[in-house]
């Protein structure tokens, strides 16, 4: 399974939200998104994900450009958690997570028993089998954030992308939930995750890549890409590397 | 538990529809009415049971349900717990248009032309608040939009009444706007029911999306929901059953709010599992107030629209307030 994308560009209005982008995403890899606010990264997903038609190039799943998939057969392939996490209703843990299997006929009514020991499973991995019966609304900010990660794995899909997923954590919920999508990752399994915090970038990711105003501007292991002068040149800041230690100083 | 609501609902169903039949201005006891119903008793009993109270308690359960799947599914489709035919002016829209036919007469012309207008108002109103459902997540604006909506309706109708050529007329359209189910033949159920019918089976039929759609729109299209046939699907349900339930008894608010909102409760919050059950809590609902009007001690009849909307105003109220007090998203 290979995701490619071939010269991207993505208008709205007068302004380019993303340029000639080349990307291939293959299983095995836990790829970070960076890049300053702005930069495209959403974008970027949305069009990967086949939610926006981009206006030049192609992304293509194993050569099958993603845009004639029908949502079904795109969701079986790529599960999608977006930055907004908010439930309409104040539903049950498990019911959210069986939603995860929605693109395979499932719907929390009525569970086979594959489905049910599969949820299990996720819920077990994320550790939230003890609030499988809570409400959703009662959760905190952390076990939400795990919740939506347990139905983004229950679709099990060869791809998955997170739009910061770790926004609006504490430091210890960071990393757990970055652990979880590590442990997500196998050979037949990959991420494409936005980030923004670099340290988290550093330490998780095999592979940056780095936005800035609407272009890839680099790509490749944070050994090869981390430097004080992407940094600057990138996100406007004054840092200091040290090996995946990255201590900003000072805005530029 | 929730697996016995549905077989509860039912039976209730049915006992409210057959307790229709025996209470009235003459109260008929059990055995006259299955009698009546089964073409064996007296011609008098027999005229009572399936003349005029059988089809009338029909009408109001149907007219319920209608308006329960359709207000449950609009909520799914919304996210939103104050979504209903009644507030979003989906059902002023259907009775304007099906009182602009009565007025000028088209209506003998073919008695399918008024439900047909009824669901061609409700359409119409339905596709506007689903346009604006696309470029707003405000509920508050979505509401707005509802009260202008029905303000419009409302103002168009009585520009209708004030133009009324006699007062025959004026007491029928008025009629029309307060909303009854009383003197309903079966024949007019034939006329309606089937719509009500395949608007509820398409609503059902999308049920799966209304789940997911619990995540919000942008996860939903990660999930493979298409929304944009699902938004069409929602609004052709719940425009053809809105506008069939109108074209039997005009205008009846809020029931399409309260039944969802005791279901939601009972299956876990889930938009789709709450669709059958709404409907026929909805349906109960108005079966048992048409009892309540019918043996009011009232000099003349209640209408069941005003009783429906003395008991569901209040309710609306409530659950804005408590959408409000949770930090409901607005």
């Known amino acids: 399974m290979i995701m490619q994308a071939r010269n991207i560009s993505v208008l709205a209005d007068d302004s380019q939200l993303i340029k000639d982008i080349e990307l291939e995403l293959k299983p095995g890899e836990l790829t970070a998104l960076i890049g300053p606010n702005g930069a495209g990264k959403t974008t970027l997903l949305r069009t990967l994900l086949g939610l926006i038609q981009p206006d030049t190039g192609q992304v293509t799943l194993n050569g099958m450009d993603v845009q004639k998939l029908s949502p079904i057969k795109r969701a079986r392939q790529i599960a999608y958690l977006p930055q907004t996490r908010l439930l309409a209703w104040p539903n049950i843990v498990s019911d959210v997570v069986a939603l995860g299997r929605f693109a395979f006929g499932t719907s929390p009514a009525k569970l086979n028993p594959s489905d049910k020991a599969l949820i299990e499973d996720v819920m077990i991995a994320c550790d939230i089998q003890h609030l499988s019966e809570r409400r959703a609304n009662s959760l905190s900010g952390g076990e939400l954030a795990r919740v939506h990660c347990a139905r983004t794995f229950a679709a099990q899909a060869p791809f998955l992308i997170a739009d910061e997923p770790v926004a609006a954590l504490d430091p210890r919920h960071q990393i757990r939930i970055m652990k979880l999508i590590k442990n997500y990752v196998s050979p037949a399994r990959g991420a494409l995750v936005v980030l923004h915090d670099i340290n988290l970038a550093a330490q998780y990711a095999?592979?940056?890549?780095?936005?800035?105003?609407?272009?890839?501007?680099a790509d490749g292991s944070p050994q090869d890409t981390l430097t004080n002068e992407r940094m600057a040149d990138v996100f406007k800041v004054k840092a200091c590397i040290n090996k995946a230690h990255i201590l900003i100083e000072d805005a530029l | 538990m929730p697996s016995a609501l549905n077989p509860v609902l039912v039976l209730t169903a049915f006992l409210s529809i057959i307790l229709a039949c025996l209470l009235g201005s003459t109260p008929l006891g059990l055995g006259q009415v299955f009698?009546?119903?089964?073409?064996?008793?007296?011609?008098?009993?027999?005229?009572?049971?399936?003349?005029?109270?059988?089809?009338?308690?029909?009408?109001?359960?149907?007219?319920?349900?209608?308006?329960?799947?359709?207000?449950?599914?609009?909520?799914?489709?919304?996210?939103?717990?104050?979504?209903?035919?009644?507030?979003?002016?989906?059902?002023?829209?259907?009775?304007l248009s099906a009182t602009f036919v009565i007025y000028y007469g088209l209506a003998t012309s073919n008695p399918w032309l008024v439900p047909l207008t009824a669901i061609a108002g409700a359409l119409f109103a339905t596709t506007i608040i689903a346009?604006?459902?696309?470029?707003?997540?405000?509920?508050?604006?979505?509401?707005?939009?509802?009260?202008?909506?029905?303000?419009?309706a409302g103002a168009a109708m009585s520009l209708l009444l004030n133009l009324a050529p006699n007062p025959f007329t004026l007491a029928d359209l008025i009629n029309w706007t307060l909303g009854s189910v009383a003197n309903r033949s079966l024949d007019d159920l034939t006329l309606a029911v089937p719509f009500i019918g395949l608007g509820g089976l398409i609503l059902y039929l999308n049920r799966r999306g209304l789940s997911a759609l619990t995540l919000g729109e942008e996860a939903a299209s990660?999930?493979?929901?298409?929304?944009?046939?699902?938004?069409?699907?929602?609004?052709?349900?719940?425009?053809?059953?809105?506008?069939?339930?109108?074209?039997?008894?005009?205008?009846?608010?809020?029931?399409?709010?309260?039944?969802?909102?005791?279901?939601?409760p009972f299956v876990r919050h889930d938009p789709a599992r709450a669709l059958i059950p709404s409907a026929l809590l909805a349906g109960i609902f108005l079966v048992l107030a048409d009892i309540g009007v019918r043996i009011a001690p009232t000099q003349t009849e209640l209408k069941l629209g005003v009783v429906a909307a003395i008991i569901g105003a209040p309710a609306f109220i409530f659950i804005a307030m408590k959408q409000y007090d949770r930090g409901g998203h607005v």
């Open chain 2, 222 to 264: 990660g999930l493979g929901v298409n929304l944009k046939s699902l938004r069409i699907y929602i609004v052709l349900g719940a425009g053809l059953a809105t506008g069939a339930a109108v074209s039997i008894a005009g205008a009846i608010g809020f029931v399409g709010i309260v039944a969802p909102h005791v279901i939601r």
């Open chain 2, 131 to 152: 346009l604006a459902a696309i470029k707003t997540r405000s509920v508050v604006t979505l509401i707005l939009i509802g009260v202008g909506l029905s303000s419009f």
């Open chain 2, 35 to 95: 009698a009546g119903l089964f073409g064996q008793g007296s011609e008098g009993d027999t005229i009572v049971i399936t003349q005029i109270r059988l089809p009338r308690a029909l009408a109001a359960f149907f007219v319920g349900a209608a308006l329960g799947i359709s207000g449950a599914a609009l909520q799914g489709l919304l996210r939103n717990p104050l979504a209903e035919p009644g507030v979003l002016g989906v059902s002023a829209f259907a009775s």
């Open chain 1, 206 to 217: 095999d592979r940056l890549i780095w936005m800035k105003n609407a272009r890839i501007i």
